[in-house]
């Protein structure tokens, strides 16, 4: 009899698919194709890999489904919950990078994860604007807000906060973009199991669906079947806006903080990258290009100004 | 009365004059110019970076003069050698990337530090070639070599080691150049100090050098002045040697490789982003620019993959 994680692994192949197939849809007859790239896990399970460049829109896009399982380093397990060293993880993970400067980088992955006697899922989805504007944000936001309302009102606030938390690049003190949705332990004890909370952890009344792994499986998949309608409908709006060098040039430096900040802070990067993961499935999330000028920062007043201000913001975009 | 840690500061202040005068020449009359941006760090000291961008030969060049004192965090503290929390640190930090792909970028960093009643010397120089000659490598280890022998034959190999092992992408399983030199704590153990090695520290039998500060900052000094010998030689016999843009494009992937390393491993790097350093002079060290395309390798039997042999090899260059 298939598990909740078979269930969750057939899912996220599933969307994979779909999202995959939108993606190419979107960069039209003439655009660019996925190239698949499976592979096996010597420890056990495997993936496959999805990466597409040089596309009329997507510079360079990593959509990667992976199931692995076996055996942790005793270390590591000790740090998580759950008991024993056997895991097993199964997910979606994601990262595009348009061309168009007009266009944002978005990240999403979502994730199921048996430890042990624990089994919780995680994910999100988090938007990274090179030119902020206020209707792109707060379409991505509201669309994961309602996706969040069908289940339980209460998960976009703590998992919009999370996400913020999360995706901050502390020594520059920004974020990387104008956020979007970030848990993980969920069905477990979410924000009470994570390092990113600690002290300072709000005090939080579990989700009633939190007790119910069904129901935390519908919740997730809710999140992945809005992951296309929360994303390119900014696609499409911005495609056509032409752009310059200068423009062109701001964006490959705001790369630059994105590259500091998947090998500085993410820790899916830095735990694949110390413990043996697929390094080119991991290091996908890497933009093409990226600038480093010392001292770069944007004319006072610019448009770039503004963008920068607006992501140090943190605004409520659901609002 | 000045201190000897006082004389390390003039003497680092000085020579980051004659290597940015050293620099500067080598870029001609037309060539890019140092500027100099002064800063103060606000729990004490300060230092002057200085940057080039954009010339004919350095397509971006820092080289950076810091003496900096206060008070170390106790968690810090705690870990490193000496007691108390008062420290004070001087050195002088250089990344240079030159534009010819057949040149090689170079880095170098020499360095005093008091913690308490401990007092050490540390740096190094390493080389990373996008195009390998072995007559490159060989000039560079062959100087540091011998600037290493006017003081204490032994050092060189000792710290040849130490820099093939620091300098390394675990998760690419690939060396970031043809290294060097590299040391730290020098003047209370070396390499018994250092988490590089731990359980694979090689029995070292001190050098009679190491009970002298005179003698240690007379081979710190030795290495400074050298280094303009060890590199420009080596950028006058390259620097006219055209390339085209498949090989300006094999340069950029490999400063890809430059940044991972600088980002995931280098301790200097994380502590100073992780404590609030001056993050533009320690991010300086990043290329202009730096590219990551998917599964990206050399053709087998080409220039480049010869290349990426030569460095994996770890050769004995001053041989």
New interface residues.
Partial sequence: MASLTDDAATYFMGLQDRICAGLETAEGKDGSRFIE?PWQRTGGGGGR?R?M?NGRVFE?A?VNFSDVHGELDPAFASGMPGNGLHFRATGISLVLHPKNPYIPTVHANFRRVEHGDARWFGGGADLTPYYLFDEDAQHFHRTLKSACARHDSALYSRFKTWCDRYFFI???NEPRGVGGLFFDYFGIGAESKSKDFGATSPLVTPSAIESDEARQFAFVRELGDVFLDAYLPIVERRRNTSFSEQQRNWQ?HRR?RY??FN??YDRGT?FG??TGGR??SI??S??????????HAPEPGSPEAQTLKGICDERDWAE
Same sequence: chains 1, 2.
């Fill in positions: 790239d890999t990466v460049a360079k990593g502390k020594h520059r490959l630059g590259v500091e090998l500085v830095i990258l110390k390094i080119e290091l996908m890497l933009p093409a290009c990226a600038l480093w000028t010392y001292d």
